[in-house]
C-alpha cells in the first residue's frame, strides 16, 4: 500500500518532467533564421527596391514634360513663395523624414516611413490622373516599388507600421481649373524626386545595415 502510494506521488513528477524535457526538444528543432541569411534577404530586397526607386527619377521628367506647360516652370525650378503658398492651399503634405536606421531610428521605422512616402505619392498621382495625362508610367513604378517594400518587411521580419497620417488628403476636391492642376502636378513630382533621391541614400544604408546584437552596448 504504502508503495502504491509513493509510485501515485512519483508519477507526476515524473511526467511533468518528460513534458519539458519534449518541449525543450521541440524547440531546439524548430528550423531558425540565422542572421546572416536574413542579411543577405534584406539586402536583396533593398538592391531591387532601389532598382525601382532609380527608373522613378529617369520617368519623372518625362511626367513632368507630359503634365506641365505652365512656363516657368520645370523640374528644377525654385520653390518660389507663392509656390510655397500653393503646397499649402491644394493640401499638399511633405513626405514622412527618412534617416539611415540606427539605435534610434529602427529598421522598423526606416521601412515603415519609405512605405508611406509611397503611399502618399500613389495618391497624390492617383488624384492627378484623373485629370492629366501621362502619369501611368510613375504609377506603376510606384505600385512596384510598394511590392518591394513589402517584401524587405518580410525579409527581414519587420513590424512595420501600417497606419497612414495623412488619410485626410483632399487634392481632387482643390483642382478647380487647369493651372491648380499643372502647379499640384509640378509640386507633386518635384516632392516625389526629393523623396526618392532620399530613398535612394536609405535603401544603400539598410543593404549594410547591421542591427546590434541583444545586450550589446
Do not use: W
Request: hydrophobic share 45%; aromatic share 2%.
Amino acid at each position: 500500500m504504502k508503495m502504491m502510494m509513493m509510485m501515485m506521488m512519483v508519477l507526476p513528477t515524473v511526467s511533468a518532467l518528460l513534458h519539458c524535457f519534449l518541449l525543450a526538444d521541440l524547440i531546439q528543432s524548430a528550423p531558425t533564421i540565422s542572421p546572416s541569411d536574413l542579411s543577405l534577404a534584406l539586402r536583396a530586397a533593398a538592391d531591387r527596391a532601389k532598382t525601382l526607386v532609380e527608373k522613378i527619377l529617369r520617368d519623372v521628367p518625362a511626367a513632368h514634360a507630359a503634365t506641365v506647360s505652365i512656363e516657368g516652370l520645370t523640374p528644377d525650378s525654385a520653390h518660389t513663395t507663392h509656390l510655397q503658398m500653393m503646397v499649402t492651399s491644394l493640401g499638399i503634405p511633405a513626405a514622412p523624414v527618412l534617416k539611415p536606421p540606427s539605435e534610434h531610428f529602427t529598421l522598423d521605422v526606416c521601412v515603415s516611413r519609405m512605405s508611406a512616402g509611397c503611399r502618399l505619392y500613389q495618391r497624390l498621382l492617383g488624384a492627378l490622373a484623373d485629370r492629366l495625362t501621362g502619369l501611368s508610367d510613375l504609377q506603376a513604378d510606384l505600385r512596384d516599388l510598394q511590392t518591394q517594400l513589402s517584401k524587405m518587411e518580410e525579409a527581414a521580419q519587420l513590424t512595420v507600421d501600417e497606419s497612414d497620417p495623412k488619410q485626410s488628403l483632399d487634392l481632387a476636391s482643390r483642382l478647380h481649373g487647369n493651372y491648380e492642376r499643372q502647379v499640384a502636378a509640378h509640386l507633386s513630382l518635384t516632392q516625389l524626386r526629393s523623396f526618392s533621391h532620399d530613398l535612394i541614400r536609405s535603401l544603400r544604408a539598410v543593404a549594410t545595415y547591421r542591427p546590434r546584437p541583444a545586450g550589446a552596448r
